[in-house]
């Protein structure tokens, strides 16, 4: 099992260059895809190399002066990675429109870089209107010309279903782990979990999923220990390793989350019996009735009533939510998830995140004493 997780914490430490390799050993082109609300499988059926867009590591430098400071660490992240030239070896970028400092960032580089093609697509965002569904089917239809036009290579349909059926399976591959976890067979740490789904967004699938066999036929039996609880939030990009690794040390145990380098990344598979563009047009207008987003709107699709409901359904005794600084769409929506928390008496715990180094000392004194209430509260509640 370790020797799997260390190959794919090699394309996780450096994305771009693995899709890079691959490029070079297979010819393919690579396109970089912004997160949350585009499927790959349309540039996997054309015979590209889907590689979601990562922030990384590296302190942000050139990029500080291209866009505002009030912007996420996620979209800073990206123009620093594109003065630096960390972007040279996309054929394209295909955007998304889910928050204005993204629109921001996706002017920086068409200005910074005219020669890089973007594939621009503005989804409808009130998921339950009753044009969404012809207006989802109409760009989803245009992307799949322009991936045609751009690699020269017609998407057939039964390439489309051919992806989309790697893709639900690799998916599956992920969410029995997640079960296993919740249920209490299988300590497998959150930096482990993390590992595994941000190399899903970046590797090739039949090695991932390959990987992901020899993980299975490894995994270590017995029941993790500590506190169960619930993460929620950071809708671009990771958390920090670090930081879970802290939550865990102190005492907590993460039995779910609905991050985007997570379960709300592989919750939902795609019908792989319909027409292509009607599956992936399903699959993104139910996402809000699966879990909730704060860039898209359905009607009674509350993001408080859908934590509560998880908090139940996994066991967890606690809330700790990860919000990126700056991030407005989660900002927008933290006040409802506090009151319905509050009203419930369910302990949980904000944290705001950055893209540069945290006092981890600080936090870990707040995330030691949240522990200590929440199992407190939970000793009491079982007494």
Same mark, same amino acid.
């Not at 394309?11 to 297979?26: D, I, M, N, W």
């Not at 993204?102 to 621009?120: C, S």
């Given at each position: ?17 693995? $899709? ?22 349309? $540039?996997?059926? $054309? ?22 400071? /009030? ?9 620093? @990675?594109?003065?630096?030239?960390? /972007? ?33 697509? @503005? ?6 209107? +009753? ?8 760009? /989803? *239809? ?20 051919? *992806? ?14 997640? $079960?296993?976890?919740?249920? +209490? ?17 970046? %590797? =090739?699938? *039949? ?17 993790? @220990? ?8 950071? %809708? ?14 102190? +005492? ?7 991050? /985007? ?9 795609? =019908? ?55 991030? &407005? ?24 995140? &950055? ?29």
């Amino acid at each position: 099992m370790r020797d799997c997780l260390a190959r794919m914490e090699v394309a996780v430490s450096a994305p771009l260059t693995y $899709a890079a390799r691959l490029k070079e050993k297979t010819g393919r082109p690579v396109i970089g895809i912004l997160p949350m609300h585009f499927p790959a499988e349309l $540039a996997h059926a $054309a015979g590209a190399i889907p590689t979601l867009i990562q922030d990384d590591p590296e302190p942000i430098t050139v990029g500080q002066s291209s866009v505002f400071n /009030f912007y996420c660490g996620y979209n800073r992240s990206l123009t620093d @990675q594109l003065l630096r030239g960390a /972007f040279d070896g996309l054929d394209a970028i295909l955007f998304g429109d889910h928050c204005v400092q993204l629109l921001g960032t996706a002017d920086v580089i068409r200005a910074e870089r005219p020669d890089l093609p973007i594939l621009f697509n @503005q989804l409808c965002t009130t998921l339950d209107a +009753g044009w969404a569904a012809r207006e989802t089917r109409g760009t /989803f *239809s245009q992307l799949w010309q322009e991936l045609e036009a751009l690699t020269g290579q017609r998407i057939t349909t039964e390439a489309a279903r051919d *992806s989309i059926r790697i893709y639900n399976h690799n998916r599956a591959q992920i969410r029995e782990l997640y $079960a296993l976890r919740q249920a +209490g067979a299988i300590a497998l740490s959150a930096r482990d979990m993390q590992t595994v789904v941000k190399s899903s967004m970046v %590797m =090739d699938k *039949s090695e991932h999923i390959a990987l992901m066999d020899g993980i299975f036929a490894g995994l270590p039996s017995g029941p993790a @220990q500590g506190l169960p609880i619930y993460l929620s939030g950071h %809708m671009c990009h990771a958390p920090k390793p670090a930081i879970l690794d802290l939550i865990e040390s102190c +005492g907590a145990h993460v039995v779910g989350d609905d991050l /985007f380098t997570g379960w709300r990344y592989i919750h939902a598979d795609m =019908d792989e019996s319909a027409d292509p563009v009607e599956a992936m047009t399903r699959w993104y207008l139910d996402k809000n009735r699966r879990v909730p987003c704060p860039t898209r709107a359905t009607r009674g699709g509350d993001w408080e009533t859908y934590l509560l409901e998880r908090i139940e359904s996994t066991r967890a005794r606690g809330l700790i939510i990860l919000m990126v600084k700056f991030c &407005e769409p989660h900002m927008y929506f933290y006040p409802e998830i506090k009151d319905a928390f509050d009203a419930r008496g369910v302990p949980h715990l904000l944290i705001e995140t &950055e893209h540069d180094d945290m006092p981890l000392e600080a936090l870990k004194t707040r995330v030691e004493t949240f522990v200590e209430v929440a199992g407190r509260k939970a000793a009491l509640t079982t007494a």
